[in-house]
């Protein structure tokens, strides 16, 4: 393939900060009538990251799709964090992937094909390392490249996890730093080594397969991953959803090396400025926190990690059984939904 080409060049937001901001998404969907049946268990009723339906016998359905351009310029590497990212929907409802289907667009005049084929085999590699299947999928000719999937996963009804189940007192659990929207953009721009673009691509590409196997014996109230609308995004549908104030532990939230210099910077995408200008209204913030540490609670995430909301025995014990942090605390609603201390 051509060295000269990268793929970042020919999109212009790359990953998660692609996708449309909270408000105006809540906009397309506000008064939008749509399919209803009573084995419908979880649909856009809530801030979900995926739809459920039961089959009967106590089984549910999973399903969701994901997918965006790159937000990185290795082709095999794009591949796999779409993949990951995608996949990440079912383990955050509690769910085990099963089947896949590719969504694939191509810029033809652009791209060699020998490129398009290691996007491909970068998400099936993921694909079978997530123990599921790929069964083909769809691709369209367009002006920048896409790739994602469709991600079908199964799941006993009484397992599966919502968004909104947190309880007063439970503890929160995020099983991968921040920083992927700071950093990706830092790439874009020159501004970092070959190891440290190493780094933020192994966080992406790093499945949430482990931190589900984990979490699932310890009985969580609540779970979600964190993408596109960044830390702050994902806790606020969960405080809202569950009627609670969500407290976040400035100093304990993981962040990947160099994030927040490079936020001290200025160098954030504007996704991060979107869901900032999105969100703010319903965040109290401590100003003793600096502000580039902030600014990463709203930075987008590309293949996040997983926040959990659990009881404080069960949150120690995860802590124990993979790498995570506890990062806050769930509290009776006072005031704003979120606190950043």
């Not at 079912?90 to 033809?108: E, F, I, Q, S, T």
């Not at 970092?192 to 482990?210: D, F, H, R, Y």
């Not at 609308?229 to 569950?242: D, I, P, Q």
């Amino acid at each position: 393939m051509d060295a000269t080409i990268k793929l970042t060049q020919l999109a212009e937001a790359g990953g998660c900060a692609a996708k449309l901001g909270p408000l105006a998404l809540g906009e397309l969907l506000r008064d939008l009538s749509l399919g209803e049946s009573e084995d419908l268990l979880v649909g856009c009723g809530g801030s979900d990251d995926a739809a459920v339906y039961r089959l009967g016998h106590g089984q549910a359905l999973i399903a969701t799709v994901d997918f965006f351009p790159p937000v990185v310029d290795d082709p095999y590497s794009f591949g796999q964090v779409a993949a990951a990212n995608a996949l990440s929907d079912v383990w955050a409802m509690g769910g085990a992937p099963k089947l896949c289907l590719n969504l694939l667009c191509v810029p033809g005049c652009h791209l060699p094909q020998e490129a398009v084929r290691a996007i491909l085999a970068g998400g099936a590699d993921k694909v079978r390392q997530a123990g599921a299947v790929l069964a083909g999928g769809h691709s369209i000719q367009d002006h920048e490249p896409k790739y994602g999937l469709c991600v079908m996963g199964l799941a006993r009804e009484e397992d599966i996890l919502r968004n909104d189940g947190a309880r007063e007192g439970d503890l929160l659990v995020l099983t991968k730093p921040l920083g992927t929207g700071a950093l990706t953009t830092a790439a874009r721009g020159g501004l970092l080594s070959e190891s440290e673009t190493a780094g933020v691509i192994s966080v992406m590409t790093t499945l949430n397969k482990g931190a589900w196997e984990a979490m699932m014996p310890l009985k969580p109230h609540a779970c979600t991953d964190v993408t596109g609308f960044g830390l702050v995004g994902h806790a606020l549908e969960m405080a809202r959803g569950s009627g609670l104030t969500l407290e976040l532990w400035a100093d304990k939230v993981p962040l990947q090396p160099r994030a927040e210099e490079l936020a001290a910077m200025g160098v954030l995408p504007s996704g991060c400025h979107r869901n900032r200008a999105d969100l703010a209204g319903e965040v109290e913030e401590s100003e003793q926190v600096p502000l580039a540490r902030r600014d990463l609670f709203f930075d987008p995430q590309t293949s996040g990690g997983l926040l959990i909301a659990l009881p404080e025995r069960e949150a120690e014990e995860l802590t124990r059984r993979i790498p995570c942090a506890v990062i806050g605390r769930a509290a009776a609603r006072q005031g704003k939904a979120l606190r950043i201390l």
